[in-house]
Nanobody, 124 residues
Framework: VQLQASGGGLVQPGGSLRLSCAAS?????????IGWFRQAPGKEREWVSC????????YYADSVKGRFTISRDNAKNTVYLQMNSLKPEDTAVYYC?????????????????WGQGTLVTVSS
């Protein structure tokens, strides 16, 4: 059972990145809500976004609302986080996590499985 987060990198302010969270060893569809969290240097981990197991419900932190979009491709057993209009304050290690639940949570200890994290650096 594994979650693999990828897609991070260095991008200029105003740029875009798409993060991927691929699951192996278990099926996300119908069973797992997925959350994205991030941790900036010297700061606590914070919730960014989540999507319900069906994909019908999505939620965003106020700081990313209107700029980030979470989605899932059940055929690929993968969840994505499209990040547009990136700002320097979005710089962080981004983690995806899976919760065996229909609805998603903003609370990190609820989640059952975690990816290893992918670094996003927004800088000119």
């Amino acid at each position: 059972v594994q979650l693999q987060a990828s897609g991070g990198g260095l991008v200029q302010p105003g740029g875009s990145l798409r993060l991927s969270c691929a699951a192996s060893g278990f099926t996300l569809e119908y069973y797992y809500a997925i959350g994205w969290f991030r941790q900036a240097p010297g700061k606590e981990r914070e919730w960014v976004s989540c999507i319900s197991s069906s994909g019908a419900s999505t939620y965003y932190a106020d700081s990313v609302k209107g700029r980030f979009t979470i989605s899932r491709d059940n055929a690929k057993n993968t969840v994505y986080l499209q990040m547009n209009s990136l700002k320097p304050e979005d710089t962080a290690v981004y983690y995806c996590a899976a919760d065996y639940s229909a609805e998603c949570s903003r609370t990190d200890f609820i989640y059952d499985y975690w990816g290893q994290g992918t670094l996003v650096t927004v800088s000119s």
